[in-house]
């Protein structure tokens, strides 16, 4: 039975690929500080026979016992609210903390996955971005200690191939949403929804012509998983293709929530990147990988769990 490591285990991604390796067959050893994951994302895995959960930071050093075959890094915070909130945390999880799961891997002589991330080619000049693209970023930007955190990580990650020959893999990952996303993170989808299942102003920033190209969760897992298991090395997108006006979003939301929200907008963020859409020939030729859920499928799934988590929370609050 393969043993695997996840960090970030208990975020939204994370504790889907938890899902995922342990109905694969594997041990999964969950690593996570819970400063943006969540236990409640894991309630469903306390009693499997397969399934530990760990609380620890991986910027500090850590150990974990017995064989591992598989490091996977997703730890990292994502959300826009949090490079205003925590950006230290965010540089040096990108950095000290893919080092020590790098070293992790290196002494357990495992294969390891870094999950980096579409933010890497910063507001892109070449549209759509491919894995050739050396980006737009502005290091010091807001959004700079994101973007340079897993531009490092890479980076480290390939000195790791190079120096020690460590079976490497990178992920990055576009826009994905779905169950399980934090409901006041800040990034788009959660907004919308969360604003139109309360007949809530939807936020819309800018006048909404920006895209984004968005990629449902279990359509993402299914790209990690087959990465991993390849004999590819070098950055490889994944990512749904399927590019949208964040406006139109805004409307498709509203409808599919049934909602009688009016769309309000606001200032454009600072360093907002006006184009997002995936290059996947790679993906699709490597991985024989491409999306499978419709946008409209996705959205539909994802607004009922909010509606869910959002009833149950009143309920509590009450």
Known sequence: MPRTVISGGAGFIGSHLCDRFLADGHEVVCVDNLITGSIENLRHLRNHR?????????????????????????????????????????????????????????????????????????????????????????????????????????????????????????????NTYGERMQLDDGRALPNFGTQALQNAPITVYGDGSQTRAFGYVSDLIEGVVRLLHS????????????EVSLLRVAHEVKALAGSQSEIVFRPLPPGDPKVRRPDITRAREILGWEPTISREEGFRRTIADFRTRMDREGETAA
């Open 231 to 242: 004999d590819y090395w070098a950055p490889i997108n994944i990512g749904n293709p399927d």
């Open 50 to 174: 397969g399934f530990e959960f760990v609380r620890k930071d991986i910027v500090k050093p850590f150990k974990i016992d017995g064989p591992v075959d598989f490091v996977l890094n997703f730890a990292s915070p994502a959300s826009p609210i949090d490079f205003t909130r925590i950006p230290l945390e965010i540089l040096a999880t990108g950095s000290e903390g893919t080092r020590h799961m790098l070293e992790l891997a290196r002494l357990k002589k495992a294969r390891f996955m870094q999950a980096s991330t579409s933010e890497v080619y910063g507001d892109p000049l070449v549209h759509p971005q491919q894995e050739e693209y050396l980006g737009n970023v502005n290091c010091i930007g807001i959004r700079g200690v994101y973007d340079e955190a897993k531009r490092f990580s890479e980076a480290i990650t390939m000195a790791y191939r190079r120096q020690f020959n460590l079976e490497t893999r990178i992920v990055r990952i576009f």
